[in-house]
């Protein structure tokens, strides 16, 4: 595995208006990328995302947060946000990808009423030779999420997860017989429980002193680690959090825009849009008005 100091995280909240960040999900053929890196996949994280691999066939070595593993079909390789890793393929590797962003799972961890979901885990979970429900499931969540907006889209996705968390709940104890992994680096799990907390609580608009002082660290030290691991502040991040909320109500809803300045926690509707406007360059109805109907020919 590279050096620590060269490991690039991947996506960030608001870097992108494309699916997996204003869907707070992302599906594709595990094929696809693959193929584009002749099957090797370098080391990486993800910030604020949970990643599920689907291997319906083939075999590969797997590097995941300094321990490595082979890898072989049926199987579900569960990536937790930040772990770091890389895959070497074998050329008849089969199955999918799916990246779902932390408030999706924070969304099922309420609904089941878990205080941690084995689906956030970083794990390797072997499969029966045949399991159709995991299948079903997984593809079900594959075909909503290329169907285009028209109003039930964002729960159906939702349902799929949270049914996907179940499936994965219910798999057998024995399938995950050695398959947990080493604990992660102090520093990205403190950066794991900040974005949590931003997650949870972003329409309150705290200090990054409250955030920090939860964690046990200094604010200063939370923006150093917050840069280090993905060269955004701990400031931006939270701004990236509010921002995404506010582009996926402006897109997936027809609140006003006052209404959705005070369900985000501003107490001043002005006051929002300027800060729309700051990091987006435009007012928020111009971004309505903008984007629906370039994301909805996207999606087609």
Not at 87 to 107: C, K, N, Q
Not at 176 to 205: C, I, K, T, W
Request: hydrophobic letters at 35%.
């Amino acid at each position: 595995m590279e050096p620590t100091a060269s490991i690039p995280s991947v996506q960030r909240y608001g870097e992108t208006d494309d699916a997996e960040s204003l869907d707070y999900l992302h599906c594709e053929q595990l094929i696809t990328r693959s193929r584009q890196h002749q099957f090797r996949i370098r080391s990486h994280r993800h910030p604020g995302l949970t990643q599920i691999f689907y291997l319906r066939r083939g075999s590969g070595q797997a590097h995941i947060d300094e321990r490595q593993r082979q890898v072989q079909a049926p199987m579900l390789i569960l990536i937790s946000e930040m772990s770091v890793h890389d895959f070497l393929w074998s050329d008849d590797v089969e199955g999918l990808v799916i990246s779902i962003a932390s408030p999706r799972l924070e969304h099922t961890r309420f609904a089941l009423k878990r205080e941690t979901l084995r689906l956030a885990s970083t794990a390797l979970l072997p499969l029966a030779p045949r399991h159709p429900r995991i299948e079903q499931v997984l593809q079900q969540l594959m075909d909503e999420y290329q169907r285009p907006q028209d109003g039930c889209r964002d729960l159906a996705l939702q349902a799929a997860v949270d049914l996907l968390a179940i499936e994965v709940e219910r798999l057998e104890p024995e399938a995950a017989s050695g398959a947990e992994m080493p604990e992660r680096h102090r520093s990205s799990e403190l950066f794991r429980h900040y974005l949590q907390r931003v997650n949870s609580d972003y329409q309150q608009h705290r200090t990054l002193a409250s955030y920090a002082e939860e964690l046990g660290i200094t604010a200063p030290y939370l923006n150093q680690l917050c840069k280090q691991l993905t060269g955004r502040s701990a400031q931006q991040i939270l701004h990236e959090r509010l921002l995404l909320e506010a582009k996926r109500t402006l897109l997936y809803t027809a609140l006003r825009v006052n209404e959705i300045a005070y369900q985000l926690g501003f107490s001043d509707p002005a006051y929002f849009t300027r800060f729309f406007r700051r990091l987006t360059g435009m007012a928020p109805l111009t971004y309505r008005r903008a984007q629906r109907p370039s994301r909805e020919a996207r999606l087609q």
